[in-house]
Structure formats: structure tokens, C-alpha cells
């Protein structure tokens, strides 16, 4: 157990429609990321989070949105839902921004199985 | 922007053999690669990282290289056993110290490990 914990474990939903997913990083961590994956595009980078301000982005799609609030747990917003969107979203935390110079460790949660029917 | 090659797709070894995986990035600026380990059906998990700064990084019976010339790096597990097989993928990561990180991964190298 990585102290990292998701919720829903499993969702199902339809085309068009908008789902959260939620992320509360490990004690301490101010870094969230977030991840797709899934069969055909391998694990994806989504966004990071550092202490409620967005730090990087990869390739999230306009639909998607995430935020982190005070409390530091994450949200991601996956909206406008199509079939492709089908996929396992892990998020991930860590104690520092990152970078080449510091202790950069990522502790993953045990994902997210989003099924868009 | 970034792409990450890894090689191989799948990898298959004898138990106590050696196990290479390498790949190779585009972008010059990537200065952080770390190594995942995920198997099936769990969350992945970091196994060694390496920054741009140095060329080698050993822990125990894992090793990255990196060649910033060429822009590659490389996994190597030694004395292989059952208990590593699964997907390994790396990555790369470029942004400021302290600051963000964006990552790219590699598409992944099945490893099974045959007793």
C-alpha cells in the first residue's frame, strides 16, 4: 500500500458524459500527478499539481480538467466522455516539485478503471 | 515535443541471466529518468532513477546507464529471478528544478523471467 488512495475503483458510464475522479496523496506529498492508461497509447502524463498550483502539463485533452485544493487531495474532470477515454487513470504524489535535483520519487495509487460504454 | 523509444517490446530470459532494456529519447532538454516496474494488475513502481548529471547508477541488482550524447539509457538487471517479470517502462522528464516535471514514457518491455 502506497498511501496513496483513489476513488471510484471502478467506474461506467456513457459516451457524453462527465465523470471526477478523486486522488488523496500520501501524508505530507504536495505533488499530485495524474495518469492515463491504456492498451494503445501505453502511460500517459496528464498534469501535475504542486500545493494547489499547476505545475506541468502533458497531454490532457481540453475535456479533461483536474484541480487540487487546500486539503491537497486532487480531482481529475473527464468531461464530453467518448469510447477512446476508456482506461486505467492513476494518480500519483510525491513530497517535492521534482527535478533533476531533488528526491523525486512517485508513489503511485492503485488507479482508477474508468469503462465508457 | 518528446518521444521515447523503448526496446524491447518483450523480453524473455533464463532465471540468473542478465536483462537489458534501452531506449532513447528526442528532446535534449530531458534531464530526469526513472524506470518503472508495474505488474499485472498493480500500480507501477519506481525501481531507479538516474539524473542527467551522471552516467551511471547501480542498487543492487539494477543499473541504469545513461549516454546524453546519444540520448540513451538503459535498464540492466543481473541474476534475473522469477519475481521480476513484468512491464518496465521508462521514461523521461524535463523541467525545472524544484519546480514541475513533464514525463513521457516509453511503451513498455514485457520481462518474464522462465524458472
Known amino acids: 500500500d502506497s498511501g496513496v488512495t483513489q476513488t471510484p475503483k471502478h467506474l461506467i458510464t456513457a459516451t457524453g458524459q462527465r465523470v471526477t475522479l478523486r486522488c488523496s496523496p500520501r501524508?505530507?506529498?504536495?505533488?499530485v500527478y495524474w495518469y492515463q492508461q491504456s492498451l494503445d497509447q501505453g502511460l500517459q502524463f496528464l498534469i501535475q499539481y504542486y500545493n494547489g498550483e499547476e505545475r506541468a502539463k502533458g497531454n490532457i485533452l481540453e475535456r479533461f480538467s483536474a484541480q487540487q485544493f487546500p486539503d491537497l487531495h486532487s480531482e481529475l474532470n473527464l468531461s464530453s466522455l467518448e469510447l477512446g477515454d476508456s482506461a486505467l487513470y492513476f494518480c500519483?504524489?510525491?513530497?517535492?516539485?521534482?527535478?533533476?535535483?531533488?528526491?523525486?520519487?512517485?508513489?503511485f495509487g492503485p488507479g482508477t478503471r474508468l469503462t465508457v460504454l | 515535443g518528446e518521444n521515447v523509444e523503448q526496446h524491447p517490446s518483450t523480453l524473455s530470459v533464463q532465471e540468473g541471466d542478465s536483462a537489458v532494456i534501452k531506449c532513447t529519447y528526442s528532446d535534449s532538454a530531458s534531464n530526469y529518468f526513472p524506470w518503472y516496474k508495474q505488474e499485472l494488475g498493480k500500480r507501477p513502481q519506481l525501481i531507479i532513477d538516474i539524473r542527467s548529471n551522471v552516467g551511471e547508477k547501480k542498487d543492487q541488482r539494477i543499473a541504469v546507464t545513461l549516454n546524453k550524447t546519444a540520448k540513451h539509457f538503459s535498464l540492466h538487471i543481473t541474476e534475473t529471478q522469477p519475481e521480476d517479470s513484468a512491464v518496465y517502462f521508462c521514461?523521461?522528464?524535463?523541467?525545472?528544478?524544484?519546480?514541475?516535471?513533464?514525463?513521457?514514457f516509453g511503451p513498455g518491455t514485457r520481462l518474464s523471467v522462465l524458472p
Open positions: 500519483a504524489s510525491s513530497v517535492v516539485a521534482g527535478g533533476p535535483g531533488g528526491y523525486n520519487e512517485q508513489f
Open positions: 501524508s505530507g506529498d504536495l505533488s
Open positions: 521514461a523521461a522528464s524535463s523541467g525545472e528544478d524544484n519546480y514541475g516535471q513533464n514525463f513521457v
